[in-house]
């Protein structure tokens, strides 16, 4: 849902799966889908996700998510995000994915506390295509090692999307009052079990 009213016809669709470590993986997995498509496909009006600035595949970039592409500042345009922490710990991650193929990770100790890039990423390899119809994501990886013994999980997933004039606008399972704060764990789906 969005956090105001008035940005783009649009809804997001997703799916979001947690699992314990495979055999060999020794971290949990973290899987999302995301589709992000019109709200009413047949108004016409321009509104929905042709009115979306998405920006084309980098050209450097041999797949999205690939080493090198690592970027600060996604989310000051459009980038869909997903945040991941241990149930009853502080600590989570970020996890920020551009449609042009730029990604990045960062380790939180707490509520916008001690913001870093997450050392266990040096790629982040996922799927992102775009088209009148919609921007489509798709993204496995294995949490951190050192999660292997966690049973639950909290998590939130949410997208900053910008439109061709450069406004954005905040979308999220649920938003607090006051401002958009997708780091807030109250509005997260707390104690989710692998």
């Not at 809804?11 to 470590?21: E, R, S």
């Not at 047949?42 to 980098?58: H, K, R």
């Not at 639950?152 to 999220?172: F, K, T």
Request: glycine share 10%; net charge negative; proline share 9%.
């Amino acid at each position: 849902m969005p956090f105001e009213a008035g940005g783009p016809a649009v809804t997001i669709d997703g799916q979001l799966t947690l699992a314990a470590a495979m055999p060999g993986e020794g971290a949990p997995v973290l899987e999302l889908a995301l589709l992000v498509r019109d709200r009413d496909p047949g108004d016409g009006a321009g509104n929905g996700v042709a009115s979306l600035a998405i920006p084309e595949l980098l050209p450097d970039a041999p797949t999205a998510g690939a080493e090198g592409l690592r970027r600060d500042g996604l989310w000051q345009h459009t980038c869909l995000e997903c945040f991941v922490g241990p149930a009853g710990q502080p600590h989570y991650l970020e996890f920020n994915l551009a449609p042009h193929g730029a990604w990045t990770v960062y380790a939180l100790d707490g509520y916008r506390q001690g913001l870093r890039p997450a050392p266990d990423y040096r790629s982040l390899p996922f799927r992102c295509t775009s088209s009148p119809e919609g921007l489509e994501l798709n993204l496995r990886c294995a949490l951190p090692r050192g999660w292997k013994a966690v049973a639950c999980l909290d998590w939130q997933v949410s997208a900053v999307l910008e439109d061709r004039h450069g406004s954005l606008s905040y979308w999220a399972l649920r938003h607090p009052r006051g401002a958009a704060d997708f780091h807030d764990r109250n509005q997260w789906v707390l104690d989710q079990p692998l």
